[in-house]
């Protein structure tokens, strides 16, 4: 079975307590406190693995992480480690990779509305690739180059137009959408960048068609689109155009209900559409993120109280919810979860897991089949290595959890947990409203 089908990190054991990397999962909510992030190393490592192994006929692949997924400073050293390369969306993401020592050729700055200092910091950092979005950002990032003296590679992101079967707020390749550039507007930003814009190099097409997608065939429509796009424009504009990135996306199992293809198969829908046409794209982007990570990753909550409604379900409550992990309220996202330390039981109930926060949508599980649960049992909730942490807020002004990470029996703690300290460190009672000096 390939990693990104399993629900669970593949160096799971389950014995009276779930393990992890060698770690009884219950020692580690007692030790770091939950919740908590924790991430299995060996199966992050092996993902990426198997990425590389699955596209190692293709020689001109860069791997590009995509870092919203989930981004800290080990993180990205590991994923620099595994030889891959960086999509990134922010300051802050560019400043996380840059300072954990990636080479920033192999960053690609991606984004719909880039700001003039990000572009500023984006440039003086040298990243490698720039995804140009828009027409405004074309004469901005021109303006900025050109300030600075210097000729930035790029690629254009465009709507390929097709519409894949994921939630609608993570579908972004249909036609309209707030990202790139319209197949109609393709020949009107060429010609200003050939004619007019002297400190861009265009070396290729940019698209992500969306995410958690489950059909190779939105993969294969979309590289046969822009296969062919690439082919148009060099030909009407005597261009040499030779690089396609074609964005990340692949789905992950979160449930039984999940069936995402393989990286195999994704790899073998891309070939396949690169083969049809026999042209030599000589570079292909590919930039995961949830398929990288989101397997990797559980999270730790305490129980705490329940509450049976009358003749209704039965509420188990967490420590955590909807400001550690925003997708079941956000898209009606499913998890599976387990009770660490309950592994063998048999005695189990219907439960709806609720989060602490203050708002009825902050249910983190809906009616799930589950040893009896206590208060002081520790939850582990399953697949939440993505889109988690990256979301994470504040919300009710709740300190974010720390996050370990695990290997070999051993945890080392990659994020501190926030400290009451930390929630008000950027907060300024301005002089007049002071009650103490
Ligand atoms: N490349 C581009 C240009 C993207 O916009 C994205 C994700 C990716 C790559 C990575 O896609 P992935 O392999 O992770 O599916 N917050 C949502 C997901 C939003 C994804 C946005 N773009 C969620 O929690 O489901």
């Given amino acids: 079975m390939s990693i990104n089908q399993s629900i669970k990190p593949y160096t799971l054991e389950e014995k009276e307590h779930l393990f992890l990397g060698g770690c009884d999962l219950v020692d580690l909510a007692k030790k770091y406190g939950t919740p908590l992030y924790v991430i299995d ?5 092996g993902i990426c693995r198997e990425y590389k192994k699955a596209f190692k006929d293709y020689k001109n ?20 480690e595994e ?12 400043y996380t990779v840059y300072k954990s020592g990636v080479d920033m050729s192999h960053v690609l700055f991606n984004g719909n509305n880039k700001s003039t200092s990000e572009i500023n910091l984006a440039i003086d950092f040298k990243v490698g690739r720039f995804s140009v979005d828009n027409f405004y950002e074309a004469e901005l990032l021109n303006k900025i180059a050109s300030e600075k003296g210097v000729r930035v590679d790029i690629l254009l992101r465009v709507t390929p137009g097709i ?25 009107d930003i060429v010609t200003l960048i050939k004619d007019n814009y002297k400190n861009l190099n265009l070396k290729g097409l940019h698209a992500h068609i969306g995410s958690q997608i489950f059909e190779l065939k939105s993969y294969y429509d979309e590289v046969d689109i822009l296969v062919k796009e690439i082919a148009r424009i060099n030909g009407k504009f005597g261009l040499n155009l030779d690089e396609m990135n074609i964005g990340g996306g692949l789905g992950v199992k979160y449930t039984d209900n999940d069936a995402p293809p393989s990286v195999n198969e994704l790899a073998k829908a891309v070939t396949d559409a690169m083969e049809k046409y026999a042209v030599e794209i000589p570079t292909i982007y590919i930039e995961p993120g949830r398929s990288i990570v989101s397997t990797a990753g559980v999270t730790l909550y305490t129980v705490g109280s329940s509450k049976q409604v009358p003749n209704g379900r039965k509420y188990v409550a967490v420590d955590g919810g909807m400001a550690d992990n925003p997708r079941p309220s956000m898209y009606q996202a499913e998890y ?19 989060g602490r926060y203050c708002e009825s949508g902050d249910i983190l599980i809906e009616n799930v089949e589950l040893p009896i649960m206590k208060a002081g049992d520790v939850l582990c909730v399953y697949n939440t290595g993505a889109y988690n942490y990256s979301m994470a807020s504040n919300y009710n002004r709740v300190e974010k959890p720390a996050m370990v990470l695990v290997n070999n029996s051993h945890s080392d703690i990659i994020v501190y947990r926030e400290t009451l300290d930390n929630l008000i460190s950027h907060d300024n009672i301005p002089d007049r409203l002071r009650k103490y000096d």
């Fill in 61 to 80: 692949i860069h791997m590009m992480y995509a870092s919203k997924a989930l981004c800290t400073s080990a993180i990205t050293r590991i994923l620099d």
């Fill in 83 to 94: 030889g891959f390369g960086f999509d990134t969306v922010s300051a802050g993401e560019i």
């Fill in 163 to 187: 519409e894949c079967h994921t939630h609608d707020y993570i579908q972004t390749g249909q036609i309209d959408s707030k990202f790139g550039f319209d197949l109609s507007q393709v020949d």
């Fill in 41 to 45: 190393e060996a199966t992050l490592r």
């Fill in 336 to 354: 599976f979860a387990e009770v660490a330390n309950k592994v063998k039981s048999k005695d189990k109930e219907s439960v709806t897991i609720a």
